[in-house]
T-cell receptor, first 114, second 113 residues
Framework: AQTVTQSQPEMSVQEAETVTLSCTYD???????LFWYKQPPSRQMILVIR??????QNATENRFSVNFQKAAKSFSLKISDSQLGDTAMYFC???????????FGTGTRLTIIP | DAGVTQSPTHLIKTRGQQVTLRCSPKSGHDTVSWYQQALGQGPQFIFQ???????QRGNFPDRFSGHQFPNYSSELNVNALLLGDSALYLC????????????FGSGTRLTVV
C-alpha cells in the first residue's frame, strides 16, 4: 500500500524564523513525484513545491525548499523567513509516474506567530 | 485565466438523498479528478475523468459516480447519502499526465444531516 505519513499534526513558529515540516512515504515504485500543498482557510489546495524522484537535486521555490532523501523515503519542507501568510494546513502528497492518483498525508497545521 | 470553479460552495442534505456537485476545470485542462476530504484528514482520491470516461477509481462505493462533458467540465453524484459522506469535496484539473501537480478548486462543503 502506498502511504504518506506526516508526524507533526501542529507546529508554530515566530515570524521570520525557519521551520521544517516532516514527511515520509512508502511506495514500491522507483519513478514518482512528490508534492507539498498548502491549504489556507479558503480551502483551496495550492501547490507549494514539487520534486521528481529521479532528480537528485532538491527543489527550491523562493523561500520554500525540500530535503529529499530517496533511500529513506523522506521529503521534508523548509520554509525560510516565515511570513504570516504562510499560516495554513500543509499536505505532503505523491503519485507514481503514470498513475494519476495523488496520495496525501494527514497534514500539518502551521501557525506563524507575529 | 480562470482556475478551477466548483459549485455550490456549501450544501446541506438529508440522509438518503442524492446530491450533484459540479466542477469546471482550469482553461486548457482536459482531466478532472475528485477528492473527498473529511474533517482533519487529507484528501482521498475518488476518481478521475478523461475523454468523458472514468480513468481511475479509488476505494469508494458505487454510490459515488461521475460524469465528464465534452467541454471537460465534470459532475460528482452521490446517491443514498450517509452521515459519513459529510466532507469537503475537492475537484482538481490537469492535462492528461502532466506530472507537475494539479490545480484545485476551493471545494464544496457537503453536510449530511
Amino acid at each position: 500500500a502506498q502511504t504518506v505519513t506526516q508526524s507533526q499534526p501542529e507546529m508554530s513558529v515566530q515570524e521570520a524564523e525557519t521551520v521544517t515540516l516532516s514527511c515520509t512515504y512508502d511506495t514500491s515504485e522507483n519513478n514518482y513525484y512528490l508534492f507539498w500543498y498548502k491549504q489556507p482557510p479558503s480551502r483551496q489546495m495550492i501547490l507549494v513545491i514539487r520534486q521528481e524522484a529521479y532528480k537528485q537535486q532538491n527543489a527550491t521555490e523562493n523561500r520554500f525548499s525540500v530535503n529529499f532523501q530517496k533511500a529513506a523515503k523522506s521529503f521534508s519542507l523548509k520554509i525560510s523567513d516565515s511570513q504570516l501568510g504562510d499560516t495554513a494546513m500543509y499536505f505532503c502528497a505523491f503519485n507514481n509516474f503514470g498513475n494519476e492518483k495523488l496520495t496525501f498525508g494527514t497534514g500539518t497545521r502551521l501557525t506563524i506567530i507575529p | 485565466d480562470a482556475g478551477v470553479t466548483q459549485s455550490p460552495t456549501h450544501l446541506i442534505k438529508t440522509r438518503g438523498q442524492q446530491v450533484t456537485l459540479r466542477c469546471s476545470p482550469k482553461s486548457g485542462h482536459d482531466t478532472v479528478s475528485w477528492y473527498q476530504q473529511a474533517l482533519g484528514q487529507g484528501p482521498q482520491f475518488i476518481f478521475q475523468y478523461y475523454e468523458e470516461e472514468e480513468r481511475q477509481r479509488g476505494n469508494f462505493p458505487d454510490r459515488f459516480s461521475g460524469h465528464q462533458f465534452p467541454n471537460y467540465s465534470s459532475e460528482l453524484n452521490v446517491n443514498a447519502l450517509l452521515l459519513g459522506d459529510s466532507a469537503l469535496y475537492l475537484c482538481a484539473s490537469s492535462l492528461v499526465w502532466q506530472g507537475d501537480g494539479y490545480t484545485f478548486g476551493s471545494g464544496t462543503r457537503l453536510t449530511v444531516v
